[in-house]
């Protein structure tokens, strides 16, 4: 018999300790297992354009990207990139040099945090911030400094964004439209962290995988302000977009030497990825005006019909400017533990939701919230109301 490992040691590095199963893995096992709703993980439950899915097709049957495709992407892929940043952004990209394609947003942010982070560096992030955030700084050896977000409004206080900058900050994470609160960051809200990011020399690496799901107001990307182009990563990708989240295509846009930085990481984690996929994401994103508008239209009224069927069951909603997620107080209805509800919530009602706590280092600043995902379809929205109504 094989003698079991026997350590005063544990396997898990010390920076991962404090990260277990995530709350997503948890509640979508509660969902399956109790044959509950699940409007937590933010996945949409139809797929993307027909034409886009065929385009993936296509690119499979004519041996396109079946084999290792280029490490920094394939071309057609970065060339529409840039030119989607041109587009929408009015921001020039060359895509040979200053584009990268990587598994999703979630190795972008990864990569971009290992390439660019030294031990002990500090990173200012706003709070409630997504969980990968959290473990990709402690990967890097980094120590995150929360700027939090309060309810009911959830903006930024640029004073203690000021006050939190210390010699030791190398970089700001910032989120927008943010994920989970719905905030996003206006224009004098972005010039204040320009000027800052400016003055102390500051890097910035900016999400902004739902720079199309922005319902009131618009997307400004902070590279476009005066000194930002230089010192931005911004990440993007194809899922929230188009409605593939599986294919993991993602990318940044940044300067050469950040490029160059972020792409000395990224090789290292999965080298190429998604090859078939990013012939057809270069479809996707030169699709015309319209499918963004009919796509942005119909999460708005899909946010609505959330909206009104969480008031109506006793919840205070804190109604969101942009991404799929909608946050709610759950101490109208007298109670204090966000966790202990999402947990009870499937067998009160069947639906599944995420509390906020975990996505903040503050736990009390959002123990009594909690997030609800209406990237589904109308119909399923409507039983979920139907059932939350049992509340």
Known sequence: ?????????????????????????????????????????????????????????????????????????????????????????????????????????????????????????????????????????????????????RAPDFRPDLDALRDAVTPRTRLLLLNTPHNPTGTVLTADELAAVAELAVERDLLVVTDEVYEHLVFEGGHIPLASLPGMRERTVTISSAGKTFSFTGWKVGWITAPPALVSAVRSAKQFLTYVSSGPFQYAVAEALALPDSYYDTFRADLAAKRDLLTEGLTAAGLRVFRPQGTYFITTDISPLGEKDGLAFCRALPERCGVVAIPNQVFYDDQEAGATQVRWAFCKRTEVLREAVERLGAL
């Open 1 to 149: 018999m094989t003698a079991p490992v026997s350590s005063d040691r544990p396997f898990l590095n010390r920076r991962l300790a404090a990260f277990g199963t995530t709350i997503f893995a948890e509640m979508s096992a509660l969902a399956a297992r109790t044959g509950s709703i699940n409007l937590g993980q933010g996945f949409p439950d139809t797929d993307g354009p027909a034409e886009i899915a065929e385009a993936a097709v296509r690119a499979i049957r004519d041996g396109r990207g079946n084999q290792y495709p280029p490490g920094p992407g394939v071309p057609e892929l970065r060339t529409a990139i840039a030119a989607h940043q041109q587009r929408f952004c009015g921001l020039g990209y060359d895509p040979d040099t200053e584009v990268l394609v990587t598994a999703g947003a979630t190795e972008a942010v990864a990569a971009a945090l290992l390439a660019l982070l030294e031990p002990g560096d500090e990173v200012i992030a706003l709070e409630p911030f997504y969980d990968s955030y959290a473990a990709c700084i402690a990967m890097a050896g980094g120590v995150r400094v929360p700027l939090t977000l």
